[in-house]
């Protein structure tokens, strides 16, 4: 009886694996060129509005690459990983690095890639945990395989989050600067870059000084990435 109960238990966890993998690979090639209306973070920003009771004006527009500024594009790519086109969804580099310092005494501070950013916003839940990590590394592992990186980035920008209920860049720009995505100055996109680390606690329009600090980084090395035909590589 328990045999059979286990093998049972079993050929059900069996099914649920296939039928997850089947269903993640489906979802990643029809994200490969249908445009993006919402994500997972979305979804989760408005249940927590209806649990709390506290509303949020989800704000949302996609734009496809050729309506995004070239000046937006290069700026996360400064500020969020800068070997982007290098690695295969996991910067080895930062890895190493953010473990060799934690090691050391310091704090395990992240580094998350583009495209791990990505997959955890567009098909996962926020939060820490190693499950949700686990599956972050495998979605991000299909759009590494299925998507070039172009699509990557194009994805990455309209669904980043850059204010409560702000999300993707179109809304952000019209949000913070009253202007269109494709708009924004190298200026305007060095600061927008510059509160990704923490949306909802930072003001690009009005920037505290550390918002300004950073974004003045940032455009340093949006130079030293040889400016936006730097794109000519994607």
């Not at 927590?48 to 500024?69: F, G, K, M, T």
């Not at 000046?71 to 996360?76: I, S, T, W």
């Not at 998350?112 to 990590?133: C, D, E, M, P, V």
């Not at 759009?143 to 309209?158: A, D, H, S």
Request: glycine content about 8%; aromatic content about 12%.
């Amino acid at each position: 009886m328990i045999a059979r109960w286990r093998r049972r238990l079993w050929g059900w966890l069996w099914r649920a694996c296939l039928g997850f993998v089947v269903l993640s690979v489906l979802l990643v090639l029809l994200f490969r060129q249908a445009p993006v209306f919402g994500s997972m973070v979305m979804v989760e920003r408005k249940v927590h509005s209806w649990v709390s009771r506290e509303p949020i004006d989800i704000q949302h527009r996609w734009r496809p690459w050729e309506a995004l500024s070239d000046h937006a594009k290069l700026a996360v790519i400064a500020a969020e990983d800068q070997r982007f086109l290098e690695h295969h969804g996991f910067d080895l580099v930062e890895i190493r690095r953010a473990w060799q310092a934690s090691r050391n005494g310091g704090r395990l501070r992240g580094a998350s890639t583009l495209s791990q950013q990505t997959a955890k916003n567009l098909f996962l839940w926020s939060g820490r945990s190693w499950i949700r990590k686990g599956f972050e590394a495998w979605f991000t592992l299909l759009i590494e395989l299925i998507w070039p990186k172009q699509r990557i980035l194009e994805v990455y920008l309209n669904i980043a989050e850059w204010d409560s209920g702000v999300f993707g860049l179109e809304a952000a720009a019209q949000h913070y600067f009253g202007i269109s995505a494709g708009q924004l100055s190298a200026a305007q996109a060095s600061r927008l870059a510059a509160i990704l680390p923490d949306p909802r606690g930072r003001d690009a329009a009005r920037p505290s000084p550390g918002v300004v600090q950073r974004s003045a980084w940032i455009h340093r090395q949006m130079s030293n990435l040889g400016g936006v035909a730097y794109l000519q590589n994607f």
